[in-house]
């Protein structure tokens, strides 16, 4: 690998947008990668030749190498594949790469939300490739972001010392060996299972959309979904979410952090802070612009509850922890959404991970076997 490495973002949306704009405004080589069924969505920057930024990372023109939905041509010869599709993507994604990858690729999903490079080894391997290609995740998604037009980006705020961790977790000096010279701020995690127990959206997202969907259909999304919709009651649903999340971490041996203590580390040097969840959610300035979903039909949903509410509720529930409000609360989602999150989401039998004791699991995460 050089000074200045080469970077595929796969995925192109709000995030892919980010991540390609900012790594190109770093001046880093940068390829922009869409499934070919998405491919709409590269034309405005395939037209611009780039992506126009602006916000906390800097405001600009970001002029990409290339922009593809050729999955062989936007990893041929990169340093670094960044997965940054919803996580209902991430097998599609992993299916597409499986052919191609070799020891020499290094795949970073971000994020990973619960599951994601166990799920990615998983379908590597079925597919016959054996090889060892570096696999990790991020806890998150480096910034807070959202598509600006179709071909700009808004970056409102970034994301300090977001954990990240390698499937098997002895690749990650490797991995931010290569990630270090675009973003050295990321943090080794002790394993995958880290980040996907540690992933702030899991107790945000779902418990904020379901107890104010009643407002949502009724009044519609033109409001501030942080500073009015985080209630003391929302919060207080929330906290115990965090609290079944918290008990799993250390169950498993990690770190008991609390998600208003991760929201401190990422977020307050950009003003972020309170006693508790409710003062610091309804008075967040990085988060203040967001607005609510329109419908269930949104990631908060489709994506948090069954790729992060449901592996939690799961690996929780083979360690012998009860998981009761976690378990209802994708019940619920479920009945609200007209789905059944349980069957589209990552159990423990999807993880590989079934029939393992604790030690068996630990044993895999950090050696792989």
Known sequence: MSDRPVYAVLGAGNSGFGLAADLAFQGF???LYELPEFAAALEP???AGGIKMRGTRGDGFAKLAMTTSDIRQAIAGADVLFVVVPAYGHRRVAELLAPHVTEKDC???LPGNAGGALEFRDVIRKAGNERPVKIAEGSGFIFACKKDGPDGVWIRGTKKDMPVAALPARDITEVLRRTAPAYPELAPARNVLDTSLNNINHPVHPSAFLLNIGKIEHNGNDWSFFHEGMTPSVCRFMGKL??????V???LGLPRITLLEWSMMFYAHQGFG???LYEAFSTTPVHGAAKPPASVDHRYFTEDVPYGLVPIA???RALGLPMSVTAGAVDVCSAVAGRDFWAEGRTIEKLGLAGR???QILSYVEEGK
Request: no cysteine; charged share 35%; hydrophobic share 35%.
């Open 314 to 316: 799961s690996i929780g």
């Open 107 to 109: 795949i970073v999903i």
């Open 274 to 276: 309170g006693k508790d």
């Open 29 to 31: 080589e940068t390829r």
């Open 357 to 359: 004791s604790r030690d």
């Open 45 to 47: 920057v395939a037209t």
């Open 242 to 247: 965090d609290e079944e999340r918290v008990g």
């Open 249 to 251: 971490a250390g169950a």
